[in-house]
């Protein structure tokens, strides 16, 4: 370890609140779970964060400047793999996407949320890198290129709702950036000119959620199902709670304990346990937007940024869709839902973040 | 330039902070929205979700005869239903479900696509009656397939071969056009209710009510837990009608391979005794969905086997009709002297009417109005109705009861045409021709009656003009609030000579001697009198241009027959269609009443009144018995009631197919 860093500039205060999140998580976890043949899922999730923490902890020590060094492999090798998974044979379809690859020993490896890391390491390289405080067309295109090759690949699989979470990376690197209003003017644009294509290229069921995301009262034991289901459970919560917890407990919310897990500690919760949760992920963001604007270099503040807005669209897109403001996307919601990768994920970035902090008073 | 170490906007970060804190309200407001301004809606909408009702299925009443015999029933059968609050895929089951309860998958995929848009409550039917390998199939399957249920259900069954089939109609699934019907309105779709006949008449009775079980269930579709509220069926009520299986099945058989209908009555009550309408249908075909192409066959079938034809067949009555002219003659004072001498046929009004006797190449000679009756001599009648004119004809048979609704208390009765000037100023605008009267006369020309007006219309001529409502039920058997309404009095006693009244039965009963139209329907020892009847179904001069199809026109044959002759305890009316000759429905009629008397004659009903008690007979009786010392020499002597009771006189227990 180099001198003067040390595990006590780490952000024990981000850490504490993350595993405060983390622990309401297993709680609900549990109750969701209580009566199903997920029945002890809880315990796996406690296993997940512990390795997670681990995780964070390696990652944090490794300089992020060799990882910088490293990100045109990396990013070429991520690409790679999305392009593996695209492949019959090599890939594994499963519900009509080809989105895994198997493993030697029976595991299975989901590329395109790893890209997600490595896509916050190349933005950050590649605006640390650019000198000018305003961005050229040509550094406009380049920079959507370098986010719109893998989400195409993504988008293939298909799997929109990732393919979605690379947006918000590439939109705060824009930002940062200095975006000209001319150049968002164009995003709108083309955004609106696609729109139509878009949806002409969407898979059925992916329309049917849209639509029953729109009129989810028309058909609610069908698409809107998930949509309607999740807002009663929320609404029935009221301002305390609900103490059966009818809607999670009897079934009725479906996946209570992956990405409608924030609708089943709503209804058990009500209002103010959620209000609760939202002001802890609020402090969590907060928290990491600080340590960005600590970051000793341009690309550490890009690196936590990224993190920021990937973490903010889950958040979003997740608590959206169970108060019924988003359709149906299939996100899991940060540091609560169930789920290994989704835990991984989350304390590798946060891991990454622990390295640009550590190394703030490095010059 | 800037260096590598230049660090980025600061207000750009800020701005981040902010949309972070926008972001977050959003949520926030999206939480309140459901959780403080909306709670109530969305609790009462998770209590809808959690309990679920389960219909639980009244059975309908049965349908008995007059002696409490059954005619209609129940059977339990299984419905094999689809639960759409289930979160499977319903159309990749399909298949397998197909398979398992022998259907086509696409008809699996046309049912889900069809209940698409219906009330995600609502289950989907997907087969009627399955077998009980279908049964054991769902059992089976309850794991795999959570989403198939099935449901008891109860299936009338109706006697065989359509026996009474047009009486008791038939009973399915309420259309939407009859739930917007005010008499509809508690109904809900997918109930059971009747369609047609006394199923449809007495529905209300017969339905009962059905209950329901609440649940708790998961989002599965499976019950979790106890019921928690369970509201029992409350059966429907047995209906009990006035009509008499065995003479029933007499009416059948006399029917059996004719097409036309009988309407057996008793006239000194109205209560219907028999009732044949053919051909006929099976309605157990109607108590699961029939097929479309069975349904085409049935409404697309010249021979109408979904008419009653015994309330709504409406033809000309033919020489039956004669017997309310000669009513109306008599009444009238015209008749009781008039003679007239028929040569084959007469000239009325300029045209020449023919007598039916010409094409027998014979003249009736010199006739009376008893001749003319038995003999049913056409120039007799012609000559009645010029004498009285369409107007007075008209009021007697109006006043029989022709040209409107009995008011039986079956569905969709006809009422006949009784034609008059009036009538025709309405209808065509045009006035009465005065040779129109002389078709008339005969029951020719305009008027059209049903079998049951004539049988009720002859009934009330026996029975000294006492006009009776026709009934399927007893209403005293019935509660009061089901009991049918009807402008129709029940009874009305219409004034006639009992002179006038004696003229008509006796040559009624001549109908049915060696010097009728219908001799060899004669009954022995039985009192049959009657009234034949052979109406053209188009005119002669139309008949002649159609020489080749003449099969399509045949002549209806008519008989109205009563037993008694005067005071009838039966009145029947057959319709024979394209029957050619009056005798020949005659015979039908003479068969029913036959059986009819040959039953009543069984009745010890006669020897239990003579003794002390209704329904015990006196016997006296002599025996030994042993003395006090072994010998068997005492003799004993007694007179005992031996009690006849009730005693099951009938021949049949049940309707046919019934046990």
Known sequence: ?363 | MFGRDEKPSHIRLTAVQYVILAIFLLLAYGLWRLQVSQSDYYSAAAEQNRIREVPILAPRGKILDRNGRTIVENYTSYTALLMRDSSRDLNADADLIAEGLHMDPKEVRDKIRHFAYMPQFQPIYLKEDITLDEVAFIEAHKNELPELDMIRAYRRLYPQKGFLAHLIGYVGEVSEDMLNQPQFEFYNPGDVVGRSGVELEYNQLLMGKNGSRQVLVNSHGKEVGQPLDEKPAVAGKPLKLTVDVDLQIAAEEAMEGKNGAIVAMDPRTGEILAMVSRPTYDPNDFAIRIGRADWQKLISDPNKPLLNKAIQAQLAPGSTFKIIMAAAGLQEGVAQNMHVNCNGGAVFYGRYFKCWITARHQVHGDVDITKGIYQSCDVFFYTLAEKLGISRIAKYATEFGLGQKTGIDLPDEVSGVMPSEEWKLRNFRQKWFPGETISVGIGQGAIAATPIQLARAIGAIASEGRLVRPHVTDPKDLPPNVVPVSRVPDEIKIPMDPQNWTTITDAMADVVSPLGTAGLSHIQGVDFAGKTGTAQTISNAAKAKLASDKSRFRDNAWFVGVEPRRNPEIVVCVLMEAGDEGYLAARVAAQVVKFYAQKQSRQPASIAKKGNSPGSVEVGAVWNSQNQNGSPDKLNGGRFQIDLGKRPLAIATAAPGLQ
């Not at chain 1, 069921?205 to 849209?210: F, H, M, P, T, V």
């Not at chain 1, 503040?301 to 889950?314: D, E, P, Q, R």
């Open chain 1, 1 to 363: 370890m180099p001198r003067n860093m040390s595990l006590r500039d780490f952000d024990w205060v981000l850490v504490a609140f993350v595993l405060i999140i983390c622990t309401l998580g297993v709680i609900e976890i549990r109750s969701a779970t209580l009566h199903t043949k997920f029945a002890g899922v809880h315990v796996k999730q406690v296993y997940w964060i512990m390795a997670g923490f681990g995780c964070m902890l390696l990652v944090s020590l490794v300089n992020y400047q060799a990882l910088l060094e490293r990100v045109p492999w990396m990013y070429l090798a991520g690409v790679a793999l999305l392009g593996a998974v695209l492949v019959p044979h090599i890939g594994q379809k499963y519900l009509g996407a080809r989105r895994w690859i198997k493993m030697p020993g029976g595991g299975h490896l989901q590329p395109s949320e790893w890209v997600k890391l490595i896509l916050i390491l190349a933005v950050a390289k590649y605006f640390a890198d650019l000198q000018s405080r305003e961005l050229s067309w040509t550094d406009f295109v380049k920079a959507g290129a370098i986010v719109g090759v893998p989400m195409l690949m993504v988008l293939a699989q298909p799997d929109l709702g990732t393919a979605l979470t690379y947006l918000p990376i590439a939109m705060v690197g824009l930002f940062i950036g200095g975006i000209r209003w001319k150049q968002a003017l164009a995003i709108v644009l083309l955004a609106g000119l696609a729109m139509p294509l878009a949806w002409h290229h969407l898979k059925d069921y992916q329309k049917q959620r849209l639509v029953s995301f729109m009129a989810p009262d028309n058909d609610p034991q069908g698409a809107g199902y998930h949509v309607r289901q999740s807002k009663i459970a929320v609404g029935s919560g009221g301002i305390w709670g609900s103490s059966s917890g009818s809607q999670t407990h009897l079934a009725f919310l479906p996946e209570p304990h992956t990405d409608f897990i924030f609708a089943a500690f709503s209804e058990e919760h009500g209002f103010v346990g959620a209000l609760g949760v939202l002001l802890l992920y609020f402090i969590v963001l907060m928290r990491l937007t600080q340590n960005a604007q600590t970051a000793p270099d341009r690309a550490g503040t890009f690196i936590v940024m990224g993190v920021v807005a990937v973490l903010t669209f889950h958040i979003l897109v997740n608590i959206g869709m169970v108060v019924g403001f988003m359709p149906v996307t299939g996100i899991p919601l940060p540091l609560m839902s169930y789920g290994g990768s989704s835990v991984l994920f989350i304390f590798l970035a946060l891991g990454m973040v622990m390295n640009v902090r550590m190394r703030r008073f490095v010059n």
